[in-house]
């Protein structure tokens, strides 16, 4: 695949990663695209590279465009090693390169490669003429990482995002509108919910400036590249940082023998008579990190276990980990499981949603073995109760 030409001499020249199934915990059935940007101007700018096993693909890119030794500029928006773990390459290719990034990320390489480069630390504020352009930097520490900072070109109303607006995509398209807005926004949904989630008032920080810049590109470092539905995605991203949500429910659970997944059913019957959606997740058959993306707009979280060796399932302590470190606000949650003895799984599934400071309208429902007819009416009416609650 050649470089793409995204603007007057600016290029995409990153790598696709058709294989990865797999990033950060969550499953990338679409696997993911490297974003790496070649600017040609007076000073020869690289912003970002590629994961290390790309970057011969990366690099054939560049070639075809410069020799890659007249690069002037290695720009670092963020040290993670998937955008930064072709630096040491970039670095043997083009030995009188200059590295640009801020001072934390200049640390962390240092940590990451024991390398001595020559660097060029920026913050927020400083700007970077390059010949007919200007790079403007601005820090976004904890989108998602301390290091991270995003690059504006004026000229070219061209904002160079690195993490943020990505999405885990690989394809020959590199634009949205190539590829459709429902796709790159499903993906788009699935990055931020299960990385940057937990940076909501950062990005609201990073909103607010770009708010400001005259804007009619956004590349980040994953995916495709939002040249259209600029309007939309910013929108979405201020609902989703906001931790704005629908009045619909998720429901996830696992079952042993079937009672809980009766449980379930019941609820999500109440729920739907109250004209309430109701998206059903099953542990056993969805990924946690397929399950949080509906957690992104759901008001309502009914999350069941059955008990098992005094305790709750090990797959629902895993989704509850891991959604505790997203640190999901503005929830209302409802706990319930079945048990034989003990039932201290359903107690335990109701702590971690009361620690999440979510609001817990209805107590708790743990039910001995095999709920009956009644136990399932009770359930139906919580379920009622709870669709007037959101």
């Known amino acids: 695949m050649k470089p793409i030409e995204m603007k007057p001499n600016v290029y995409w020249v990153g790598g696709i990663d058709w294989d990865l199934r797999y990033f950060h915990g969550y499953v990338t059935p679409r696997g993911s695209t490297?974003?790496?940007?070649?600017?040609?101007?007076?000073?020869?700018?690289?912003?970002?590279?590629?994961?290390?096993?790309?970057?011969?693909?990366?690099?054939?890119?560049?070639?075809?465009?410069?020799?890659?030794?007249?690069?002037?500029y290695m720009l670092v928006n963020h040290v993670e090693m998937d955008?930064?773990?072709?630096?040491?390459?970039?670095?043997?290719?083009?030995?009188?390169?200059?590295?640009?990034?801020?001072?934390?990320?200049?640390?962390?390489?240092?940590?990451?490669?024991?390398?001595?480069?020559?660097?060029?630390?920026?913050?927020?504020?400083?700007?970077?003429?390059?010949?007919s352009r200007t790079l403007k930097f601005v820090e976004t520490p904890m989108v998602h990482w301390p290091d991270n900072m995003v690059t504006y070109i004026p000229e070219e109303r061209l904002l160079l995002s690195n993490d943020a607006f990505g999405q885990h995509i690989a394809s020959t398209e590199r634009f949205v509108d190539e590829l459709g807005w429902d796709i790159v926004r499903e993906e788009a949904a699935s990055y931020y919910a299960n990385i940057v989630f937990p940076y909501g008032a950062q990005v609201m920080k990073a909103l607010d400036v770009v708010d400001t810049l005259p804007l009619d590109m956004i590349a980040p470092s994953h995916g495709l590249i939002w040249r259209s539905y600029l309007p939309e995605l910013l929108?979405?991203?201020?609902?989703?940082?906001?931790?704005?949500?629908?009045?619909?429910?998720?429901?996830?659970?696992?079952?042993?023998?079937?009672?809980?997944?009766?449980?379930?059913?019941?609820?999500?019957?109440?729920l739907e008579t109250s004209g309430v959606p109701v998206?059903?997740?099953?542990?056993?058959?969805?990924?946690?990190?397929?399950?949080?993306?509906?957690?992104?707009?759901?008001?309502?979280?009914?999350?069941?276990?059955?008990?098992?060796?005094?305790?709750?399932?090990?797959?629902?302590?895993?989704?509850?980990?891991?959604?505790?470190?997203?640190?999901?606000?503005?929830?209302?949650g409802f706990a319930f499981g079945s048990y034989g003895w003990g039932g201290q799984g359903a107690r335990e599934v109701a702590s971690v949603l009361k620690d999440m400071g979510w609001e817990m309208p209805e107590e708790t429902v743990n039910l001995q073995y095999v709920p009956g007819k009644e136990d399932l009416a009770g359930l139906k009416e919580i379920g009622t109760r709870l669709a007037k609650a959101i």
């Open 34 to 72: 490297y974003n790496s940007y070649l600017i040609i101007d007076d000073k020869i700018t690289l912003v970002d590279t590629v994961k290390h096993y790309l970057a011969d693909e990366m690099l054939e890119r560049i070639s075809t465009l410069v020799d890659p030794e007249k690069i002037d």
């Open 235 to 270: 929108k979405e991203y201020r609902k989703w940082a906001g931790n704005e949500t629908d009045r619909k429910a998720l429901v996830v659970y696992d079952t042993m023998w079937g009672s809980t997944r009766k449980m379930a059913l019941a609820l999500r019957e109440g």
């Open 83 to 131: 955008h930064s773990g072709s630096v040491p390459r970039v670095m043997e290719a083009a030995p009188r390169a200059t590295i640009v990034t801020t001072s934390k990320a200049k640390r962390a390489l240092e940590m990451h490669y024991k390398k001595d480069w020559e660097y060029m630390i920026v913050k927020t504020g400083d700007e970077l003429k390059i010949g």
């Open 279 to 332: 998206t059903m997740k099953s542990l056993q058959t969805s990924h946690i990190s397929e399950i949080v993306p509906h957690l992104l707009t759901a008001k309502l979280v009914l999350v069941g276990s059955p008990t098992i060796n005094n305790g709750m399932l090990p797959t629902m302590a895993a989704f509850l980990t891991y959604i505790k470190g997203l640190r999901p606000k503005k929830r209302t």
